[in-house]
């Protein structure tokens, strides 16, 4: 018996393969070949008779075990293919609101704006398109909604992020057959951003942001209004920069994070171990001071409870002062505080990476990669490594230069 087995396409192939196409086992072992569960024939001689038949089958060793207990290929018609069941089709309004809806449960506020903002994008994308349901979307068009928002390419990332999670959620409820996001691959980018290590605040700049706070910001006759001095923001950015706390902790930072032995907490891990890191007594006094000036929230409280309004406050009052005080180099962002902290600790000899990438919440990996340069065991090592290499090397016979005439 001499069959030759063979899957034939429909014309609704879930992987989109042309109608009335055939494809073999070994074919389908390709890499990257997209799978279906369109039916597999046989076709071959069977008792002296060449004939083509229906396995019923779409999995190839079910459709050859099927085919052994055929004698002959007799009359009868093997059992029906079932029937797909009907899924009605869900518009793009209700699988957002409802991908939203699941995310508001448990995301952080700030997880929650992003899943949001995306989602905004992706229903006027779907406008553009006048596309009402979801079915309706194909790896094409992720390709071009991808192309169409010229961001930076770690944000391209983080959207595609949101965007497979949007249709994985939409796969799990059975809305879609599969998720176009994932036929889609990421972008390569080999530009030098990428890799760029992080850049922190240095000595001097520190100190001509205090002296500005001191010296110009809310000096002006038209800064009377503001409520927040610039001894105030030379608080913010000490305990920024001695903490490594974010802007939002910082923003929202409450005087019981500060013990009595001068320990200040700046997380707490999964397992609900708290990390604490040590502040100096003068920043201690000061915190003490706002509290009973301002009240356990040091900065001040806030009418409204999103964190973004609350950070976009501070991180006005920061641009004012930069401004103040520039020019820079580099542009100067509430984050490059966190940096200053990891600089300040790596260039001690006696602090390693490991203590680093804890007090951060990060792996030493990570540490390493964006804080190289302020690794001192890093260049040490380095440095080692080459005087062995080029130790016992051969050498030129050195000799000496005339001198030139006077």
């Known amino acids: ?39 597999i024939f046989v076709s071959g001689t069977l008792a002296g008779k060449f004939k083509r038949k229906s396995t019923a089958q779409n999995d190839w060793e079910k459709a050859r075990e099927t085919a052994l207990t055929w004698r002959n290929w007799g009359d009868e018609l093997p059992a029906p293919i079932p029937e797909r069941i009907s899924v009605p089709r869900v518009t793009i309004d ?3 609101n409802a991908f939203l809806a699941a995310h508001a449960e448990s995301s952080a506020p700030a997880t929650q704006r992003m899943y949001r903002y995306m989602m905004d994008r992706f229903k006027k994308f779907c406008e553009l398109k006048g596309y009402v349901l979801l079915d309706q979307w194909g790896p094409i068009d992720v390709r071009e909604f991808r192309a169409s928002w010229q961001v930076a390419p770690n944000t391209a990332r983080k959207n595609m992020t949101i965007l497979k999670s949007f249709f994985e959620f939409a796969v799990s409820n059975e809305w879609i057959v599969r998720n176009p996001a994932r036929l889609v691959k990421e972008l390569r980018n080999r530009s030098e951003n990428r890799s760029k290590e992080r850049m922190p605040f240095s000595d001097e700049e520190l100190a001509r942001m205090f002296e500005a706070c001191e010296s110009k910001y809310g ?18 950015i000490s305990i920024s920069v001695y903490t490594g706390l974010r802007i939002s902790d910082v923003c929202t930072f409450h005087v019981e994070r500060l013990l009595d032995t001068g320990e200040c907490r700046i997380r707490t891990t999964k397992n609900g171990k708290k990390v604490y890191t040590w502040i100096p007594t003068w920043l201690q006094q000061r915190i003490h001071d706002r509290a009973k000036q301002h009240g356990p929230l040091i900065f001040g409280t806030h009418r409204t409870t999103d964190i973004c309004v ?9 641009r004012r002062l930069w401004d103040l005080c520039g020019p820079w180099a580099e542009r100067p962002t509430p984050h490059r505080f966190r940096h200053t902290f990891a600089r300040i600790l790596l260039q001690k000899a006696n602090v390693t990476v490991r203590d680093v990438a804890e007090l951060l919440g990060n792996t030493e990996e990570i540490v390493r990669k964006h804080y190289a340069a302020w690794v001192p065991e890093r260049q040490a090592r380095i440095t080692k490594l080459l005087q062995e290499a080029f130790e016992d090397k051969p050498k030129p016979k050195l000799v000496a230069f005339p001198r030139g005439r006077n």
């Open 219 to 236: 000096k002006t006759e038209d800064e009377y209004r503001y409520r927040w001095t610039g001894q105030d923001l030379a608080d913010f």
């Open 1 to 39: 018996m001499a069959l030759n087995f063979y899957r034939r396409h429909r014309s609704d192939c879930e992987a989109g393969h042309p109608e009335e196409s055939r494809s073999g086992e070994f074919e389908e072992r390709r890499r990257g070949w997209k799978r279906c569960a369109c039916v």
């Open 310 to 318: 609350v950070t976009d406050i501070w991180r006005r009052k920061l």
């Open 94 to 96: 209700r699988a957002v």
